[in-house]
C-alpha cells in the first residue's frame, strides 16, 4: 500500500509541473471523476480542466466551486452523452479545436444497474459502451494530443477507473467480445475488465510515450448507484452499506489516490521506464512497461495465469482488431436512422467528421443555434449552411407557418445531416415571449452556442412623408428586436458559462445613403445595428461571448424579384454601383455565417463584415 502521505507529498509536488496542464475528465460531473479533478486543481498552478457529463446543473456548480479552489484554473464543460460514439467524437473535435495537447485523460464514465442488456442507436450494450468502447474511442481520437505532450516532455497518460481484477482471473469470449450473444452481468463486467487490460497493455507498447493506468477504486460514496434499485433504493441502500463499509475509501481520499495514479512518475511511460528507478510493475510484470493495473490502495496488481495466457495467445491483438472494427462500423460507416432504436449502415461518415474534417475549426458540431427570421431568405439559407457544419437549428420567425423551403432543409437536416431544424413561432417584438422560448431552447438543449439575428423589414418611403409610426416600427423591428435577441440569447450563454457568438445581419444601408433607393428610416436602423454590434461586443467579451455584424450588399431574393417588376430600370443599374458588377445571391452569406458562428473566427468581435462587392468602397 501507497501510504497517503506519500500520496499527499508526490501530489503537492505537481506544483512544480508546466502550468497549463490540459486534463479531461470524462465523467467529471459525479464521483471519483469529480473528487480526483478537485485535487488537480488544488495541487497544480494553472490547468485547464474539461468535464464531460450529460449533468448541465452538476457542472455548472463544480464549475464555480473548482475555480474557488484555483481561480487560475481554467474549468471548460462538454455536455454529451457520450455511450454514443459519434458524441464522443464531437467531444474530441471540440477539444482538437481548443488544445495543441493533452497531458491526462482520466475516465469514469459508467454506472450501476440490475438490468440486461439496453443496445444504444449505435447497436452497443450501453453499460459495455460507457466502460470500454467509449473510453477506447476517446484514447483513439485524443492520442495524437498525448502523443504531443509526450513529445514536450510533459506528463502523458490515460487512466481508466473501473477494476481490472475480473479481466485478471477470467478471459473474455473472443467470439463474443461485444457480447451480442452472452450478455450478463457478470460477463458485462469480465469483458469490460480484461478487454481494458489488454487494450492498455497493448496501447502502452505501441504508444510509448504515454502510460496508461487501469484502477480500481474499492467502495466510494458516489452517484454510481443512482439508478440501480429504484424503488427498493430505501431498501437496498443500508443493506448495501453494512456489506461494504469495510471496503470503503472515503471520497478525499479517493481524489487524492486517483490524482497519484494519473500523475505519479512511478507509472512512467514504457519509453522513459529506464530513467525512472522507482518504475512500478507493468501489467505484464516488466518493470515500467507503461501499463500499470492498480488496487485502490495504488499498489500494482499482481499479473495472472489466465490473463498471461491470454496474452500469450495474442489475446490483446485480437481485442484490438475488434475494437477497431466496431470503431470502423459505427464511426465511420453508420448513419444514424433515428428514433427507433435501430441503426442502419450507410456509406456515409458521420456528419461531423465528413463536413469540416480537414478545418475542425469550421465545425459546428453539437452546437446549438438560434435563428431569428429564419422562415425563408437569407436566415432560413444561412440556418441551411449552419446544419451542414453540424449544428442543431431553432429557427425563430413571425410567419405562422414557415415556407414550404423550409420543410425541405429540416427533412434533409434529419434524413442525412444527423442534425435537427426546428421551427417556432414568434415576433422578435413580443420580448416577452421570446425570452421565454429562447430560454426554453437553451433548457432543452443543456447549452446555447449562437444567434444570427436575421429577422428585419424594409419600407421605401420619402424621408418627407415617413410617419413616426412607420418609422418607430422600423426601428422596433430593426433594432430593438435584434437588441432583445441578443440580449435573451447572451443571458442563456452567461448562464452555462460557455460563451458563445451573435451574429447581427445590418446592411451595407447602415454605412451610405444608397443611390435611387428611398430609404432613411431603414438605414439608419441597419447603422444601428452596427453600432449596437460594436457595444455590445464591448460589454459581453469577459463572459467569452462575441458579436459582429454582417453587412450584405444588395441581395436577389423575392422581394427584390418585386421590386425589379416596379422598377425595371433598378435591374440594370443595382449592378452598376459596385465593383463585380453582378448582385448577390443569398447563398454567398452562408460561409460567412459559419465562419462567424465557429471558432474558425474566435479571435473576432465587435467588427462589421461588409459583403457588397465593394459596394460601400466606390
Ligand atoms: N464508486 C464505487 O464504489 C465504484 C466501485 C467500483 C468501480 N466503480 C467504477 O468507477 C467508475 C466511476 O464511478 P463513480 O463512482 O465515480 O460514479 P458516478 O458518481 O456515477 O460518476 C459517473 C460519471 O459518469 C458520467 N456518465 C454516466 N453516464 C454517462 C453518459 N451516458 N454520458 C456521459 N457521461 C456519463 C456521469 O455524468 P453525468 O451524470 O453528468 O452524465 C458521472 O460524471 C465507474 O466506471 C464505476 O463503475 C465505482
Redesign the pocket.
Known amino acids: 500500500m501507497v501510504a497517503i502521505n506519500n500520496v499527499r507529498t508526490s501530489n503537492a509536488a505537481l506544483k512544480s509541473f508546466p502550468a497549463n496542464l490540459v486534463a479531461v475528465f ?9 473528487y480526483t479533478a478537485r485535487e488537480l486543481v488544488r495541487n497544480t498552478t494553472s490547468p485547464h480542466i474539461y468535464l ?4 448541465q446543473t ?2 455548472s456548480k463544480i464549475i464555480q466551486e473548482l475555480k474557488t479552489i484555483n481561480s487560475a484554473s481554467e474549468v471548460s464543460f462538454i455536455q ?4 454514443l460514439l459519434k458524441n464522443v467524437d464531437e467531444a474530441c473535435q471540440e477539444i482538437k479545436i481548443k488544445e495543441k495537447q493533452v497531458n491526462l485523460l482520466f475516465m ?5 444497474v440490475l438490468t440486461g442488456r439496453d443496445e444504444t442507436l449505435e447497436g452497443l450494450d ?1 453499460k459495455l459502451a ?2 470500454y468502447y467509449t473510453r477506447m474511442r476517446f484514447i483513439n481520437q485524443l492520442q495524437p494530443l498525448l502523443d504531443k505532450a509526450a513529445t514536450s516532455n510533459t506528463l502523458s497518460r490515460v487512466v481508466a ?3 481490472p481484477q475480473p479481466g485478471l482471473g477470467s478471459a473474455p469470449n473472443l467470439a463474443d467480445l461485444d457480447l451480442k450473444k452472452g450478455f450478463s452481468l457478470k460477463s458485462c463486467m469480465t469483458h469490460a475488465s480484461s478487454m481494458t487490460n489488454l487494450m492498455f497493455y497493448h496501447l502502452a507498447s505501441k504508444n510509448t510515450g504515454t502510460s496508461y493506468v487501469h484502477a ?9 448507484g ?1 439508478d440501480a434499485f429504484g424503488k427498493w433504493e430505501p431498501l437496498a441502500k443500508p443493506f448495501l452499506w453494512i456489506i461494504t463499509k469495510a471496503m470503503e475509501v472515503k471520497p478525499v481520499e479517493s481524489g487524492e489516490r486517483h490524482l497519484f495514479a494519473a500523475t505519479s512518475p512511478t507509472f512512467t511511460p514504457k519509453a522513459s521506464s529506464a530513467s525512472v528507478e522507482e518504475a512500478a510493475i507493468g501489467s505484464n510484470g516488466v518493470k515500467g512497461s507503461g501499463s500499470y493495473l492498480l488496487n485502490w490502495n495504488n499498489d500494482v496488481l499482481a499479473d495472472k495465469a489466465a490473463a498471461k495466457k491470454m496474452r500469450d495467445e495474442g489475446g490483446e491483438k485480437k481485442v484490438s482488431d475488434h475494437t477497431e472494427e466496431v470503431f470502423r462500423k459505427v464511426c465511420e460507416e453508420t448513419t444514424l436512422c433515428g428514433h427507433d432504436g435501430k441503426h442502419c449502415i450507410s456509406t456515409a461518415k458521420t456528419n461531423m467528421s465528413s463536413s469540416t474534417q480537414g478545418l475542425p475549426e469550421f465545425s459546428l458540431a453539437g452546437k446549438v443555434v438560434i435563428v431569428s427570421g429564419a422562415a425563408r431568405g437569407l436566415g432560413l439559407t444561412q440556418a441551411e449552411a449552419l446544419l451542414e457544419a453540424g449544428a442543431k437549428v431553432y429557427a425563430l420567425d413571425r410567419l405562422p407557418e414557415p415556407s414550404p423551403d423550409f420543410h425541405t432543409i429540416a427533412e434533409r437536416a434529419k434524413s442525412s445531416l444527423n442534425t435537427s431544424l426546428t421551427y417556432r413561432q414568434i415576433d422578435v417584438r413580443d420580448v416577452e415571449n421570446l425570452n421565454k422560448i429562447v430560454q426554453e431552447i437553451a433548457d432543452a438543449e443543456g447549452r446555447l452556442d449562437g444567434l444570427i439575428a436575421a429577422a428585419g423589414i424594409q419600407q421605401e418611403t420619402t424621408a418627407l412623408d415617413y410617419t413616426a409610426e412607420d418609422a418607430n416600427r422600423m426601428f422596433e423591428v430593426n433594432i430593438t428586436g435584434v437588441f432583445m435577441s441578443a440580449q435573451a440569447v447572451a443571458k442563456q450563454m452567461i448562464r452555462f458559462g460557455n460563451g458563445g457568438s451573435i451574429v447581427m445581419i445590418a446592411s451595407m444601408s447602415g454605412s451610405i445613403a444608397n443611390r435611387g433607393l428611398i430609404c432613411s428610416a431603414y438605414n439608419a436602423s441597419k447603422a444601428g445595428v452596427i453600432q449596437l454590434g460594436r457595444n455590445l461586443a464591448s460589454e459581453w467579451g469577459q463572459h467569452n461571448i462575441r458579436v459582429n455584424t454582417i453587412s450584405p450588399g444588395y441581395i436577389v431574393t423575392a422581394m427584390v424579384e418585386e421590386l425589379f417588376q416596379k422598377f425595371p430600370e433598378r435591374r440594370a443599374d443595382w449592378p452598376t454601383q459596385n465593383m463585380l458588377g453582378r448582385l448577390s445571391k443569398p447563398t454567398e452569406y452562408r460561409g460567412a455565417a459559419v465562419f462567424l458562428i465557429s471558432d474558425a473566427s474566435s479571435f473576432m468581435t465587435g467588427a462589421d463584415l461588409k459583403m457588397d462587392a465593394g459596394h460601400s468602397a466606390w
Open positions: 470524462v465523467g467529471g460531473t459525479s464521483g471519483i471523476g469529480l464531460i457529463g450529460r449533468n452538476e457542472a454529451k452523452d457520450v455511450s469514469t464514465c459508467g454506472y450501476f450501453k460507457l466502460h477507473v473501473l477494476d480500481f477504486p474499492s467502495v466510494v460514496e458516489t452517484g454510481v443512482r
